[in-house]
């Protein structure tokens, strides 16, 4: 099966019980057993759940994993995979990971005995120089946010495997329909479904996808040990999300290709940053391991914060907010916002100028999105002008 009819159909056959042709919504803690260790593979909903295992099955799909699991969020899923690990144990890591991703990693398990190395890994051949005896793990997100840099994922995954390193790619901002991560020789996969898969910015979630029996037995045994999994509703919600990831993720990729080229002519835009852009440093290799290049664009506004902050306020399509991947457009200052903790200077060093904006373009008619930020431009301006 092709990738829109498994979003539809994997794992959702019609309900054995009762014949409803959708999936139904196992609001339920525990299962009656038939005699003593007798029951249909259900026990206690932190272990199973029908719901959440339709939802798995359906994602591993996505991903052409042989398993898949679950999570409350993206960085429970991320905890849960870190627990691969053990004390002494070395991550590589790229330095402009999600926020959260960073805080887990340094401020949370960094304390239980796992040590890091955040290098730049838009250059794979930094990789091999950051190996030790010690590392066990190569932890990749691309692109990357809000800059929108790539990592070559082949690349590095081999690099990883020749040292025996688990390679895990965060494919949340790419999602399954435009990037799959284990086809180029990474382990694990592992999704915010908050973002593109649930879709509607109604439900946090999280998944990671493996077709390693070993990893899986050991992130599953660490799942129903530490407890934080989602509940059936919020499943439901997400597996409702993916069924339309394919005709959504085609909508975004569209809409986001016109709102870049607007702003690339806008003379009050200094730079424009999309992996679908000539320009974009790494366009060959978006093109190469990507089937699109995705919804998230980010620009630099001449001007300054003053002239970012004003763009922010006028738009009025683009809500200002931070998270992404909804079908509504949102637009966000990630100096201000989303990487806000990051020292100035680092931050700047970065490329998270004060200028700089990110847009989650959504699925709107792109006529209207780039009305919007018409309008935004021309009130901007209105305010820079001297009274
Ligand atoms: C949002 C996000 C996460 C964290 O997911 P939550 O569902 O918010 O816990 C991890 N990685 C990336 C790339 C994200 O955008």
Known sequence: MKFSTKAIHAGQPADPATGATIVP???????????????????????????????????ASLENADYGLCFA????????????????????????????????????????????????????ASVKSAMKPNTKMVWIETPTNPLLNLVDISAVAALAKASGAITVVDNTFASPYLQQPLALGADIVLHSTTKYIGGHSDVVGGFIGTSNSGYLETIKYHQNAVGGVPGAFDCWLTMRGAKTLAVRMKQHCENAQRVADFLVDHEDVEKVVYPGLASHPQHDLAK?????????????????????????????????????????????????????????????ARGITWGLLRLSVGIEDADDLVADLEQAFAAARQEAVPA
């Open 288 to 348: 190469r391991q990507m089937s699109g290049f995705g919804g998230m664009v980010s620009f630099v506004i001449k001007g300054g914060e003053q002239a970012a902050r004003a763009i922010a306020n006028k738009t009025k399509l683009f809500s200002l907010a931070e998270s992404l991947g909804g079908v509504e457009s949102l637009i966000g200052h990630p100096a201000t916002m989303t990487h806000a903790s990051i020292p100035v200077d680092e931050r700047e």
């Open 73 to 124: 969020s993206g960085t429970a899923a991320a905890d849960a995979v870190m627990k691969l690990l053990n004390p002494g144990d070395h991550v590589v890591c790229a330095d402009d990971v999600y926020g959260g991703t960073y805080r887990l990693f340094e401020l949370v398990l960094k304390r239980y005995g796992i040590e890091y190395s955040w290098i730049d890994m838009t250059d794979a």
């Open 25 to 59: 919504i196992y609001q339920t803690s525990t299962y009656t057993q038939d005699g003593i260790g007798q029951h249909k593979g259900y026990e206690y909903s932190r272990t199973g759940n029908p719901t959440r295992q339709a939802l798995e099955t359906c994602l």
